[in-house]
């Protein structure tokens, strides 16, 4: 597999999405179809499926991947998807939102065990540990599907190499919506062989905006309140020693990086690492 050398994501899906649109008729070779394994509805709106995995593919955890169908037509449609499982993991997981008259989603939504779906060979990302200075606290957050990078990252062991403790945040609307990450933290912990450094180094802070819940509030509100640092017995934000990953909502990003900006933190790049990273949950404004 090739990895791309360009540092920006969005350039790299740029440039996947003009290799298959030169593509003719989008067609798909063998070696880009994986068989769907396993799939898991957890609301109306959002499930998560598991194909097996290609010899060769390689990916570092947290970066995304374009996966599709093929139309009536026979056209390739593919989008953008972060891989959930981690990169020493036998068979691949995502994470899907259901937009119901998405191009993708509103078919994708159907697949079923022996269904075939295309996996394209590129990977690419930002939420990279390479994008990071040392530090002594990793920050995950997520709202909605941008859980899914993080439900790699939390399984890769050389996260809690690099950091002493790792705090994941999944913001959603409502309780039922954190079913998915609520699982993958669960059997993360019971994990034969991570699970001890799982239940050791990682707090998991979900958090519902919509419902009354055990932690409610927005991501933004729980860190400019520091109710989040208070409720786990952290210091408030700080560039020398926390590092922070974000995937959500245009505007969910933009507002933390905000916050962080005003804290002195500093955006990591390959070239230059730094003290946050950000990548898009999906592009637009939402359903
Ligand atoms: P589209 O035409 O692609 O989208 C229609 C509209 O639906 C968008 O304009 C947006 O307003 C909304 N929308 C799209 N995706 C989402 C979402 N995930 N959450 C909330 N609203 C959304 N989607 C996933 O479900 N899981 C992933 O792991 C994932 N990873 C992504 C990684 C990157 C880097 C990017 C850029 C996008 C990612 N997406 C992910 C979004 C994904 O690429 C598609 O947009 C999504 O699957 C819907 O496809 P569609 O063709 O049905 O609708
Ligand atoms: P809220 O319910 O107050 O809008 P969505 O499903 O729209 O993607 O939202 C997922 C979660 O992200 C919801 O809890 C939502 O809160 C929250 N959210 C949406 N936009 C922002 C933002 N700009 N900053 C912080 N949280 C946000």
């Given at each position: 597999m090739t990895q791309l050398q360009n540092p920006s994501p969005l350039a790299a899906l740029d440039q996947a999405n003009k290799s298959l649109?030169?593509?003719?008729?989008?067609?798909?070779s063998a070696p880009d179809q994986v068989t769907v394994t396993a799939v898991t509805h957890?609301?109306?709106?959002?499930?998560?499926?598991?194909?097996?995995?290609?010899?060769?593919?390689?990916?570092?955890?947290?970066?995304f991947a374009m996966i599709g169908l093929v139309d009536d037509e026979g056209k390739a449609v593919t989008r953008a998807y972060s891989i959930a499982s981690?990169?020493?993991?036998?068979?691949?997981?995502?994470?899907?939102?259901?937009?119901p008259d998405g191009p993708l989603t509103s078919r994708l939504r159907h697949v079923q065990i022996g269904d075939k779906i295309i996996l394209r060979p590129k990977t690419t990302g930002t939420l990279g540990l390479a994008r990071l200075r040392d530090?002594?606290?990793?920050?995950?957050?997520?709202?909605?599907?941008?859980?899914?990078?993080f439900a790699a990252l939390i399984r890769d062991p050389e996260i809690y190499e690099r950091?002493?403790?790792?705090?994941?945040?999944h913001g959603c609307r409502t309780i039922a919506e954190l079913g998915y990450s609520q699982k993958i933290v669960a059997d993360s912990r019971a994990h034969p062989l991570i699970g001890e450094m799982v239940t050791r180094q990682l707090h998991y802070v979900p958090s519902v905006t919509r419902e009354n819940f055990t932690q409610t509030g927005r991501i933004t509100t729980l860190l400019a309140d520091?109710?989040?640092?208070?409720?786990?017995?952290?210091?408030?934000?700080?560039?020398?020693?926390?590092?922070?990953?974000?995937?959500?909502?245009?505007?969910?990003?933009?507002?933390?990086?905000?916050?962080l900006l005003e804290k002195n933190f500093h955006e990591g790049n390959l070239s230059s690492?730094?003290?946050?990273?950000?990548?898009?949950?999906?592009?637009?404004?939402?359903?």
């Open positions: 649109a030169s593509h003719p008729k989008g067609g798909i957890w609301t109306d709106k959002l499930f998560s499926f598991q194909t097996d995995r290609p010899p060769g593919f390689r990916f570092q955890s947290g970066e981690p990169h020493w993991d036998d068979h691949l997981e995502f994470y899907s939102i259901i937009v530090g002594q606290r990793l920050y995950l957050l997520a709202t909605g599907t941008g859980f899914a990078p950091f002493e403790q790792v705090i994941l945040v520091r109710k989040l640092a208070s409720s786990l017995s952290l210091p408030p934000l700080d560039p020398a020693f926390d590092r922070i990953m974000i995937c959500g909502s245009i505007g969910l990003n933009q507002d933390i990086a905000a916050q690492p730094g003290d946050y990273v950000i990548e898009r949950a999906f592009v637009g404004d939402g359903i």
